[in-house]
Structures are given as C-alpha cells and as structure tokens.
C-alpha cells in the first residue's frame, strides 16, 4: 500500500465526518444553510474557528458569479493555502544543511508515542545515509530507557544512557560529548513525557536546552513536538504552552488513523504556524512521514459520488 493509500485510509474517518456535507455543498448554489452546515461539519472534525472563518469567507467571496460544480475545488485550494504555510524540507535536508551533528529535542506529554517515533525517525534517519545517536534523557522511568535501548539495537545506534533517575541534563552533556567525539550526524534527544502546565518540568527542558547550547553553540537545531491528533483543539493548547516555554521548531502528528479530529492540523496550520515536519497514521515503521499539503488535503476531501 501507497503512503498516498495509508494516509487517506488513516483520515478515512474525519473524511466521513464532513462527507455528507461536501456532498451537499457540490453543484449547489451557497445558500446559508449550506454554509452552515459545512460550517458545522468543519468545525466537528476540529478545523476550528478561525480557519473555518477563513474558509467560509474566502469560499463566498470566490463562488460569487462562478459555476457552482467548482465550490469544492475552491475549498480545497482554500485549504492548501492555509496548509502550505507549515510545510517544509524534511529533516533529513535540514540535516545535510546544517553543521554535524545536527541535535533535535523531542518533547511532548505522556503518552503520544514520542519515543516511538523517534526510534522510526532514527532509522529512517539511517536508511537515509545518516549516522543517529541515540539519548534517553527520560530518566523518570526505568522503562523509558530500556525502551530506547531496545530501539537502538533494533535500527543499529548506539545509545547513550545514565542510571534511573538521573539529572537529564546531564545526559545530554554525554550525549554530545559523545555526538562530537564519534563525528555522528544527528542526535535524537528522547526527554519524559511532561504535562505542559507542569511548570518546573518545563523548566528541566529549559535545562536542558542551555546545556546543549552552551555544549553546541545553536544545539538544539529542531525541538521537536509530538502531538495527539485525537486530542483535537487540546492538541492546539499544548502546542502553544511547548511553544512558548521552548521555542518548538517542528511538529509531529500522530494517531490521526484513530479519529475523526484530523481536521486538527489545519487548526495547528491557521493558529500556529510552526512547521509540521512529519505525520503518523499508524504502528509501522513507514507509517511515519513527512508532511504534503496538496496529499493531505486529496486524502481528506475527495469529490463524492453523486
């Protein structure tokens, strides 16, 4: 199966959300209650407000004296606009740009798949001609690194760790350390999940973040946010508090195969602009990618059957 076909299976049920109503809103003059009711729809698959204004003003202010049987392409090109803004060069291209090694800080709450997918992007990261370092700063949880050093033997990285309950910042100074003395290309920096509103673990990534830079002058090049994409406007809270704590550079959105939300990422686009650097729709490994405005949009609103 295409990633095209993976993609679109994973939004399939947030296509089904706002089907009945793009239905509607194909061949037909705009009417307000068509516009509501796409409106609704919309902002049921968590497009939110904002966009969804934008969406609805630009839609009425293109379908006036045009050929009804458009409006659903004018809604799409809407869409791309509002989500081109957040695409950008995969990070494998930011790497190949950037000085060695190029250091990347993921964070996010508990239970998002963060150091999953980080293991993925490691050996995509590989696959790729690049040499990974692996860091279990996730000192928290015993579990978290044996996880990652599961994951290292998996893709074939080495792995630096402290013991149980160790300062995290600390193994992130032998992390790079360790990065320049090996001549690695890219560290990936696994931290514990955190509850945003959790003010002093916000403040230990803060840590974190001036040992790197005092390390690496400009270390970490990506910090790098995982978000829930059946959290929906939630997500775009978290978002936000990770953002202005630490200055998120990229995000991650994951589980979008497992809800109906998947509208969220327009929301993320319109609101925040940060780049969305990979989405996930699944366990595989090749179920994490990188982001494409125009693909994501055909996997969401296809033309229905009449």
Request: glycine share 8%.
């Given at each position: 199966m295409s990633w095209f076909d993976?993609?679109?299976?994973?939004?399939?049920?947030?296509?089904?959300?706002?089907?009945?109503?793009?239905?509607?809103?194909?061949?037909?003059?705009?009417?307000?209650?068509?516009?509501?009711?796409?409106?609704a729809?919309?902002?049921?698959?968590?497009?939110?407000?904002?966009?969804?204004?934008?969406?609805?003003?630009?839609?009425?202010?293109?379908?006036?004296?045009?050929?009804?049987?458009?409006?659903?392409?004018v809604l799409k090109v809407s869409l791309c606009q509002i989500l081109t803004a957040v695409e950008s060069d995969s990070l494998e291209t930011l790497i190949r740009k950037s000085r060695k090694p190029f250091v990347i800080l993921t964070v996010g709450i508990n239970g998002v798949g963060k150091t999953t997918n980080?293991?993925?992007l490691g050996s995509r990261l590989k696959h790729n001609g690049l040499t990974p370092l692996l860091v279990a700063a996730d000192t928290f949880r015993?579990?978290?690194?044996?996880?990652?050093?599961?994951?290292?033997?998996?893709?074939?990285?080495?792995?630096?760790?402290?013991?149980?309950?160790?300062?995290?910042?600390?193994?992130?100074f032998d992390g790079i350390s360790a990065a320049k003395a090996r001549g690695v290309d890219v560290v990936l920096i696994d931290t514990a999940g955190r509850l945003h509103t959790?003010?002093?673990?916000?403040?230990?990534?803060?840590?974190m973040q001036r040992v790197l830079n005092r390390e690496l002058p400009g270390a970490p090049h990506e910090v790098l946010l995982t978000l829930d994409g059946t959290l929906g406007q939630n997500a775009i809270a978290q978002a936000k508090q990770f953002h202005e704590a630490l200055g998120v550079t990229g995000l991650v959105l994951t589980k979008l195969d497992g809800t109906a939300k998947g509208g969220v990422l327009v929301a993320i686009a319109e609101e925040l602009n940060i780049p969305v650097r990979l989405l996930g729709v699944g366990e595989g490994e090749d179920d994490l990618q990188d982001f494409h405005a125009k693909e994501f949009v055909d996997a969401l609103v296809e033309i229905p059957a009449s």
């Open positions: 993976k993609l679109r299976d994973g939004l399939g049920k947030t296509r089904q959300h706002v089907e009945a109503s793009l239905r509607r809103l194909v061949g037909r003059e705009l009417d307000p209650d068509t516009i509501e009711e796409v409106e729809a919309l902002l049921g698959a968590d497009v939110g407000i904002r966009a969804v204004t934008r969406l609805m003003t630009q839609l009425q202010d293109n379908m006036r004296g045009a050929n009804p049987a458009h409006s659903l392409d980080m293991a993925k015993a579990a978290a690194i044996e996880q990652l050093e599961i994951w290292g033997k998996t893709i074939g990285a080495d792995v630096i760790k402290h013991r149980h309950g160790a300062d995290p910042a600390a193994v992130v959790k003010v002093n673990l916000m403040d230990e990534l803060k840590k």
